[in-house]
């Protein structure tokens, strides 16, 4: 059967607390991360993603701790993101109990942390998160949580991002993201036909049938998703049993 | 129980510590000889790689202690590798020499072939008492890009690009090529059925 096609929920934090953006505003509150988190993983959760969205220094000390409780009880795989910008962000974290991190602006400005988190930790903590908008037939990587336009191109990034030593690609279309009407699929497929190493779906889950087409269309490895777990629109144990339905391979 | 885990170079033992507190156990991180051979169980967890891992036992004598060892011993990912006879990693290395099995690299045969092999998968022809409880086909978490083929040590087999040891036994030395901490409720009973053997 090979690797299983993982679901993973991802949560954004501030201030100890879970909030989920709707195409990267509106946040709205959904609740204590670690309970979240326990609660996704006795629903057949995969992995976790959990991604500090505080901007302050203090709010990064409050993560940490936060990261310290998941890891003490959490017994399947985490990654954690956001407000990374250099090596010892990534060592704070992963002394916390983290297994991987995830980086993005900071990456894409530096793009040699890549290759210091490889090199320290190794290619399977070092997950390159990219948020790309298609405009005018090309997909441009942004900055800063979607706010900033770089003239990056997501495949060229990518490859490069890989070739730094990068163990996944968490790939957001803004296009996609917060409006529910699936994922980008063809630009999945197009990393996924590409790179080597593991492409994650992130961005446009509405149905069950979105996660299909993004293992089965976009050959992605994993589908990503949050608010349709967060307020119960779709049930990860359902989820799973109708994509197994599907004849797609996961874990039950 | 006592239980020890050795310290060394390659371990990510944070996980495996917050398993063990889960269960009310509060493990001794250690390279002290002594204080292992009188654990009642020792684990050799890790992340990292082989060459360097080896090189650092060797300097310590950890080696010699971790053969010598009489009581259930668990090794985990890199673990299990550095207690196989020998790794490619690194140019290839000498290791343990608990298994008789020489740990290689997954060579991919198509795209989808992704090393390394991260995620979920099913664990089959389940044949130790490691897997009281466990029903063939239960998943657990693997992240490697090297592996130990069949051989006469496998007791349990996954399949990625090829079907290899996902768990290994001989005498007193058990070892998992997932990892039992991060492998939700079938790793924490594996690794109670560790504590229990």
Redesign the interface.
């Known amino acids: 059967?090979?690797?299983?096609k993982?679901i993973i929920p991802c949560l954004d934090v501030k201030d100890g607390q879970t909030v989920k953006g709707t195409n990267f505003v509106n946040l709205r509150k959904a609740g204590d991360p670690v309970e979240l988190g326990k609660a996704y993983?006795k629903a057949g959760a995969?992995e976790l993603i959990f991604l500090d969205i505080t901007a302050s220094h203090e709010g990064r000390k409050t993560f940490a701790e936060t990261v310290t409780r998941i890891?003490?009880?959490i017994?399947?795989?985490f990654t954690v993101g956001g407000g990374i910008n250099e090596l010892a962000d990534v060592e704070r974290l992963l002394?916390a109990?983290a297994?991987k991190v995830s980086v993005n602006s900071a990456a894409l400005r530096s793009p040699g942390l890549i290759d210091d988190i490889a090199r320290r930790f190794?290619?399977?903590v070092c997950v390159c998160a990219i948020d790309a908008r298609l405009e005018d037939g090309q997909w441009h990587c942004y900055l800063n949580g979607g706010r900033l336009r770089t003239e990056r191109k997501l495949l060229e990034w990518a490859k490069e991002a890989q070739d730094r030593g990068a163990?996944?690609i968490l790939f957001t279309s803004m296009n996609h993201d917060g409006v529910k009407e699936g994922y980008a699929n063809e630009a999945l497929a197009m990393l996924a036909?590409t790179l080597?190493?593991?492409v994650i779906a992130s961005g446009g889950a509405g149905k069950k049938e979105h996660f299909r087409d993004a293992f089965t269309i976009g050959h992605a490895?994993?589908a990503l998703a949050a608010s349709v777990f967060h307020f119960g629109e779709i049930d990860i144990r359902e989820l799973k049993a109708y994509l197994k339905e599907e004849n797609i391979n996961v874990?039950i | 129980m006592n239980v020890a885990i050795v310290k060394y170079n390659a371990g990510n033992i944070k996980s495996v510590d917050n398993t063990l507190r889960r269960f009310g156990i509060a493990p001794v991180l250690t390279d002290n000889a002594e204080l292992l051979a009188k654990a009642d169980r020792v684990l050799f967890p890790g992340q990292g790689e082989a060459s360097g891992a080896m090189r650092y036992l060797k300097e310590r004598r950890l080696d010699e202690v971790i053969r010598n060892l009489r009581q259930p011993v668990l090794g985990i990912c890199i673990g299990q590798q550095l207690m196989c006879r020998h790794s490619d990693e690194g140019g290839g290395t000498d290791c343990l020499g608990i298994f008789d099995a020489d740990v290689i690299r997954f060579a991919p045969r198509k795209h989808e072939d992704k090393v390394p092999a991260m995620g979920w998968n099913s664990l089959h022809g389940l044949a130790s008492p490691l897997f009281a409880g466990i029903s063939d086909g239960e998943f657990a978490y693997f992240v490697h890009s090297y592996y130990a083929p069949v051989c006469e040590s496998t007791i349990a087999t996954t399949e990625h690009i090829v079907s290899y040891s996902a768990a290994l036994n001989k005498d007193n030395f058990y070892a998992t090529q997932f990892h039992p901490e991060k492998s939700g409720s079938t790793g924490e009973k594996i690794l109670k059925n560790f504590l229990e053997l």
């Open positions: 059967m090979g690797l299983a993982r993983s995969d890891a003490a009880e017994n399947i795989p002394y109990g297994d190794g290619s399977q163990g996944e036909d080597s190493i593991p490895d994993a874990r």
